[in-house]
Structure formats: structure tokens, C-alpha cells
């Protein structure tokens, strides 16, 4: 159970990475309403995938 939800974090994680990033890079979906929130998503996002990536090494 640990080790999927470990892989779910990661995949929600790289998903709200792209997410953001490409609102910063070209406006899609939110017109870039604000660099700032897609900059700290976008950290937030690469932190939560850190973390995962860390805790699965952990587990093998």
C-alpha cells in the first residue's frame, strides 16, 4: 500500500509540474494569471516529487 501511493504522489506530482509549467511557459490553461503561483506550484510540485522519489528508494 505505501509503495503505490508513494508512486501516486509521484505521478500527481510530475502532472501538476506540467501542469504549471507549461502555464508559465506558454498560458495554457490560465492565461498566466500569475508567474508567481506557477513558479511556486511548479517548486512545490518538483519538492513533492523529491520526497517520493526518496521515500520509494527507501522501501527497495
Given amino acids: ?6 508512486i501516486a504522489g509521484m505521478v500527481i506530482a510530475v502532472l501538476i ?8 511557459a ?3 490553461p490560465f492565461s498566466q494569471a500569475s508567474r508567481a503561483m506557477d513558479i511556486a506550484f511548479a517548486v512545490g510540485a ?3 516529487a523529491f520526497l517520493s522519489w526518496s521515500t520509494l528508494k527507501d522501501f527497495d
Avoid at 500500500?1 to 508513494?6: H, N, R, S
Avoid at 509540474?17 to 508559465?24: E, P, Q, S, V
Fill in 26 to 28: 506558454v498560458g495554457i
Fill in 17 to 24: 509540474f506540467i501542469l504549471f509549467a507549461l502555464d508559465l
Fill in 46 to 48: 518538483a519538492g513533492l
Fill in 1 to 6: 500500500m505505501g509503495k503505490g501511493m508513494t
